[in-house]
């Protein structure tokens, strides 16, 4: 007699953690691997086989999106950098923050789901020198033996803004 056993589904993938914090400089390069998501599940087969999709970037439906800025690869769970992120373009407008809704799904009839989140956080890098605006000359009048100007002497300001 044999006697075979077949998995039932009745297992969700779940993640190592809930929330994942990732801090990246902008203008980091396209193809960067920012993090390895991972969920495990404890079924066999193809209903313990996990798959990994973003769902949404920052409210908006992944699939709605022309150029994702990040990418995740639906079988190792890694997330990598898919858009040249400069948060000082004004022309491009990146935000500093993106918060990412994740599904890892096994591959049973019917798949079974949980989510995540992973925010990330873009560091700004000091790539831009001051911006010097001048909306009119300001004259500063120094009085005679100051001893906060004894070496040195400030005639004029101009008022500066730093991109940075």
């Given at each position: 007699?044999?006697?075979?056993?077949?998995?039932?589904?009745?297992?969700?993938?779940?993640?190592?953690?809930?929330?994942?914090?990732?801090?990246?400089?902008?203008?980091?390069?396209?193809?960067?691997?920012?993090v390895?998501?991972?969920?495990?599940?404890?079924?066999?087969?193809?209903?313990?086989?996990?798959?990994?999709?973003?769902?949404?970037?920052?409210?908006?439906?992944?699939?709605?999106?022309?150029?994702?800025?990040?990418?995740?690869?639906d079988?190792?769970?890694?997330?990598?950098?898919?858009?040249?992120?400069?948060?000082?373009?004004?022309?491009?407008?990146?935000?500093?923050?993106?918060?990412?809704?994740?599904?890892?799904?096994?591959?049973?009839q019917?798949?079974?789901?949980?989510?995540?989140?992973?925010?990330?956080?873009?560091?700004?890098?000091?790539?831009?020198?001051?911006?010097?605006?001048?909306?009119?000359?300001?004259?500063?009048?120094?009085?005679?033996?100051?001893?906060?100007?004894?070496?040195?002497?400030?005639?004029a300001?101009k008022?500066?803004?730093?991109?940075?």
């Amino acid at each position: 007699m044999i006697i075979h056993l077949e998995d039932v589904n009745d297992n969700a993938p779940k993640f190592d953690s809930n929330y994942y914090l990732i801090e990246m400089k902008e203008k980091s390069p396209i193809g960067r691997q920012l993090v390895r998501l991972s969920a495990q599940d404890n079924d066999l087969a193809e209903n313990g086989t996990v798959r990994y999709k973003i769902v949404r970037i920052n409210r908006t439906p992944y699939e709605n999106l022309n150029v994702p800025p990040f990418k995740l690869d639906d079988k190792t769970g890694i997330l990598t950098l898919n858009a040249y992120i400069d948060i000082d373009d004004e022309a491009v407008r990146a935000p500093k923050n993106y918060e990412l809704q994740v599904v890892a799904y096994d591959l049973g009839q019917p798949s079974m789901t949980q989510s995540c989140t992973v925010a990330v956080n873009v560091l700004d890098i000091n790539d831009h020198e001051p911006e010097l605006t001048c909306d009119k000359d300001h004259v500063v009048r120094i009085e005679e033996n100051n001893v906060r100007f004894k070496n040195s002497v400030e005639v004029a300001r101009k008022p500066c803004t730093r991109i940075d």
